[in-house]
């Protein structure tokens, strides 16, 4: 593996030619007229023939600047500064003239334009606009047809991954919009995938600041690493599209399509995807979860929520990699301004369906004190789900100082889940204690309905302003379920004692409505310090209620089974107060403050007739020290606090026997926990040189944590509940430092090297009926290694290699002698190469080693290597033919292994696999009234 990766990358390295690095360039920038030196004006060095970038820099402090290792040909200096005309001038590096002096470059503010002739050249390919980092696309050659994705990576600072991640200068980009619009709910590869690179007129890299930090002017630290794309004005006329049909082996196919119309502010989009290769849609980030159980949750503010369990009724219908997926989804995005953009209106339709056919195998090492007990599952189930969803955001300009955002949404989904599950669990001297089949199915209905309306309100002093918010949260969970178990006990000698058998029917509902209130005030105290007070109040009231029925001698379900089943009643008022400080000075940027929420809970249980109440309060500290040397260096430092409230099941569990070897048994003792987090961040980024360095780390630790306490009997049944931790405090951190840079030694191949570590030390109690005992079990997780990436992204042939070892280590304190710990290793190569008559070639591999541990003898270790052979045909390339083959080598099994409490676990299951797949793709556009030119 590892030669045939060097192999290819040498290959990849002796297509470059070298070139002579000995040239330079040097000078000065001023105003002569003001006498002033201009600092941090924007040189750059354009190739004359395309006007593409070949260096940047920035003058220092005394308006000097230099370029060094030049190679012959000819150039464009371009220098812009802010209000200055800018500068333009031709010149040639050879082998008779390796160096030129420009002297003193004169710069003439805009405002003589009407006075003096200012010679005009081509637009700079970058410009630096304060914190805005603006990329000309003109300046870089595309091909036809290229998309966004294919023009950003031409970008100095911006990579995109295989999975299309866009990094900028060292930092993941977390938005996209498209004239400063969101577009389809702001998933950003549906924009860079999709939008076509020729209707690009310049893309705008900045940090952008929270909804909050942009109305009160207050910087909160909260930003996000925003691409801003912006269309050509003739680009926003027209249609244009593209559709890929593609069918393999074993049936595998693949159907995407997409249709854009544009007019002027005007822009409707559709999509639909058909495929089951694994790509379930454009944007299926949903992350609601359907089960039988119900589950009151309470968030740091105090809020509360129900989540439906994840036990074996869970009704699930997501892809995560496990088994084998059907998906079909389709959507419709609509937006438009008006009125001189005082209104605007931005909406979505989704909807989607995903069956996933799994079967999964589990090894779970149990260890106790006296000794351990590993089960082997198997589990065979077929999920399906089918969701709608439909949003929208209207705001509405009041006046110069007002303005109203209004935003809706709401979702239908429907599942269904059967699951064949059979288990067979042993002691440490390989006897058997117990035997498990169960048969489940269930169909599950959801309906989720949420709005909100934010007004906000600029008042006549700066900084002076106000917002009111109201919304409403509302949910209603159906789900059914029929379960049938048969359980199997032995002795220690593995003879056969009893047989327990459960044949039940469950009907859970859970409705759940939240309707809440929310001011905030900010007042300036002074140039450099403003106060945010906030005041808000909420009242929650929801209904749980689960019946549970065994089949009567008629053979029906008719039998109430009062044990597991419950009917509870609830209703929550919060207020929460909050003062945060905000002090902003220079390069300096200091937040910290808190919020409290005084919390009323009262539930009543009606069948059992048992009432539970609790008052609480919940301390929200923050703290957030940042101080920016500039626009790509930054330092910035975070605390926060926060309190984890126990949850219903925890406190009064909801009685559930879907898996009778795991029972739940309550703590109405249970106090709250409460974390402390840190984090820690440094970044440096040089523009032209692609030059980045960041080290980061983030960690914490838990007073009062809540902890599970289990204790398994002779059956090798577990009870397990919740309990504080007395006597020790739960750790974790994680720490990344990277450096890259880009080598002009090594035909400008883009080199990085990283480092990243991680551990954790967890507890849970453990009692053995065996011995009597109980038992605290520590965990320590550890894992760290480094990586080496290279990477090259050219016209014609680019590349992305990165690999290194990973050592990985989970030991428990209760049989250290079966610990999970070793060496793997952990590689990925992707190669594109632009071959003659249209033809382009692509290449991806993973490779993944994990040794074998103390605790599995079996190590895993595959190679998964994807091609794909495109031909196009016409001059604009608008149809393509391509021949792809998945996972060559048929080596992409599914495997995992973790530890989870006292616990280790092994998991294998299907996935997909190797194929085959023939496709044509065909793209239109008629944009602008004419057919695009590449540059």
Do not use: C
């Not at 709005?451 to 906000?456: E, I």
């Not at 309550?666 to 030059?691: D, E, H, M, W």
């Not at 998945?886 to 992409?892: Q, S, T, V």
């Amino acid at each position: 593996m590892k030669k045939t990766l060097l192999a290819v990358l040498t290959t990849l390295l002796l297509s470059y030619s070298a070139f002579s690095q000995t040239n330079s360039a040097k000078g000065t920038i001023a105003d002569l007229s003001a006498n002033a030196k201009l600092h941090n004006a924007t040189i750059s060095v354009l190739n004359a023939k395309d006007s593409t970038l070949y260096k940047f820099t920035r003058a220092a402090t005394d308006g000097n600047f230099s370029f060094g290792q030049m190679k012959n040909g000819s150039f464009i200096l371009l220098v812009t500064y802010p209000e200055y005309a800018d500068f333009v001038n031709k010149f040639t590096l050879d082998s008779a003239n390796k160096s030129i002096d420009f002297k003193v470059i004169d710069m003439k503010t805009k405002a003589k334009l009407l006075n003096e002739v200012i010679i005009k050249g081509q637009a700079a390919a970058i410009k630096i606009k304060g914190d805005t980092t603006e990329f000309n696309a003109a300046a870089y050659k595309i091909q036809p047809n290229d998309r966004v994705e294919d023009l950003l990576k031409k970008f100095p600072g911006v990579t995109v991954d295989a999975q299309g991640k866009i990094t900028a200068q060292g930092k993941a980009v977390e938005k996209v919009l498209v004239d400063g619009e969101e577009f389809f709910g702001d998933d950003p590869t549906l924009v860079t995938k999709n939008l076509r690179a020729d209707m690009v007129d310049k893309v705008q890299l900045f940090e952008k600041a929270s909804d909050q930090a942009a109305f009160t002017g207050v910087d909160d630290g909260e930003k996000k690493q925003t691409l801003n794309i912006v269309l050509k004005e003739d680009k926003k006329q027209g249609y244009f599209g593209k559709v890929d049909a593609g069918y393999g082996t074993d049936d595998f196919y693949q159907i995407q399509a997409m249709i854009n119309k544009f007019k002027n502010k005007e822009k409707i989009a559709a999509y639909f995807t058909s495929s089951n290769t694994g790509k379930t849609g454009l944007d299926w980030n949903d992350a609601d979860r359907f089960g039988a159980s119900s589950n009151m949750e309470m968030t740091d503010d105090g809020m509360i929520f129900f989540s439906t369990g994840g036990d074996e009724l869970d009704g699930g219908g997501r892809y995560w990699g496990e088994g084998i997926p059907t998906a079909h989804n389709g959507g419709i995005h609509y937006e438009n301004k008006w009125k001189n953009d005082k209104h605007s209106l931005n909406t979505n339709y989704k909807a989607g369906s995903l069956n996933v056919k799994t079967d999964k195998n589990t090894i779970n090492q149990n260890n106790l004190i006296g000794g351990l007990i590993v089960t082997n599952s198997d589990d065979n189930r077929e999920s399906d789900l089918f969701r709608q969803k439909l949003d929208a955001t209207y705001n509405v300009k009041l006046d110069t100082s007002s303005n109203l955002k209004i935003v809706i949404d709401g979702t239908l989904k429907n599942t269904e889940l059967e699951s064949t599950f059979g288990s067979e669990s042993k002691r440490g001297d390989q006897s058997l204690i117990n035997t498990s089949e169960r048969i489940t199915a269930n169909e599950g209905r959801q309906q989720l309905f949420n709005w909100n309306a934010l007004y906000t309100k600029k008042l006549k002093k700066a900084g002076r302003n106000f917002s009111i918010n109201l919304s409403q949260n509302y949910s209603k969970n159906n789900i059914d379920g029929n379960l049938y178990s048969v359980n199997n006990f032995y002795d220690e000698a593995g003879s056969f004692v009893r047989k327990e058998e459960i044949d039940q029917l469950n009907d859970n509902d859970v409705v759940m409505n939240k309707l809440a209130t929310n001011l905030t005030y900010t007042e300036p105290l002074s140039k450099f310090l403003s106060l945010v007070a906030s005041y808000g109040i909420s009242l929650s009231s929801n209904d749980a209620h689960r019946k549970t029925y065994d089949r009567g001698l008629s053979g029906d379900y008719d039998q109430l089974n009062t044990t597991f089943s419950n009917n509870f009643q609830s209703d929550q008022l919060i207020h929460q107060v909050g003062a945060i400080f905000n002090y902003k000075k220079g390069k300096t940027v200091v937040n910290f403050g808190t919020k409290t929420s005084f919390v009323n809970f009262d539930q009543v249980e009606q069948y059992s007739n048992q009432t539970f109440n609790r008052n609480f309060i919940n301390w929200l500290p923050q703290a957030m020290y940042q101080y920016k040397f500039s626009a790509q260096k930054s330092f910035t430092f975070r605390y926060n606090g926060s309190t984890t409230q126990p949850t219903v099941n925890q406190l009064q569990p909801v009685r559930t026997n879907d898996d009778p070897l795991n029972l739940p048994e309550g703590n109405p003792l249970l106090k709250p926990a409460y974390n402390n987090r840190f984090n820690i961040r440094y970044n440096t980024y040089k523009v032209i040189s692609s030059q980045n360095f960041y080290i980061s780390a983030n960690g914490g630790f838990v007073n009062n944590a809540i902890v599970s306490s289990n204790v398994t009997d002779l059956e090798g049944r577990t009870i397990y509940k919740s309990v504080n931790l007395e006597d020790a405090t739960p750790v974790n951190y994680n720490t990344y430092l990277g450096f890259s840079r880009k080598l002009k030694f090594l035909f400008d191949i883009n080199a990085g090297l990283e480092l990243s570590s991680g551990g954790s030390s967890n507890y849970n109690y453990v009692f053995d009926n065996t011995t009597n005992l109980t038992q605290l079990n520590k965990t320590n997780s550890i894992n760290f290694g480094p990586s080496l990436n290279l990477s090259k992204y050219g016209e014609k042939n680019s590349f992305y290699l990165s690999f290194g070892p990973r050592y990985r280590s989970q030991v428990a304190s209760l049989q250290k002698n079966l610990s999970n710990q070793g060496w793997g290793y952990n590689g990925y190569f992707d190669a594109q190469l632009k071959l003659p008559k249209k033809i382009r070639f692509s290449l991806n591999s993973e490779y993944t080693y994990q040794p074998s541990t103390q605790s599995f003898d079996n190590n895993l270790e595959r190679l998964i290597i994807n091609a794909t052979l495109t031909k196009a045909f016409f001059k604009q390339e608008s149809l393509k033919l391509s021949f792809s083959a998945n996972d060559m080598l048929d080596e992409n099994k599914g495997f995992n292994r973790y530890a989870s409490g006292s616990s280790i676990i092994q998991t294998t299951y299907n996935n997909i696999g190797q194929y085959f797949m023939f496709s044509i793709i065909w793209d239109f556009n008629k944009m602008g009234g004419g057919t695009p030119k590449t540059n």
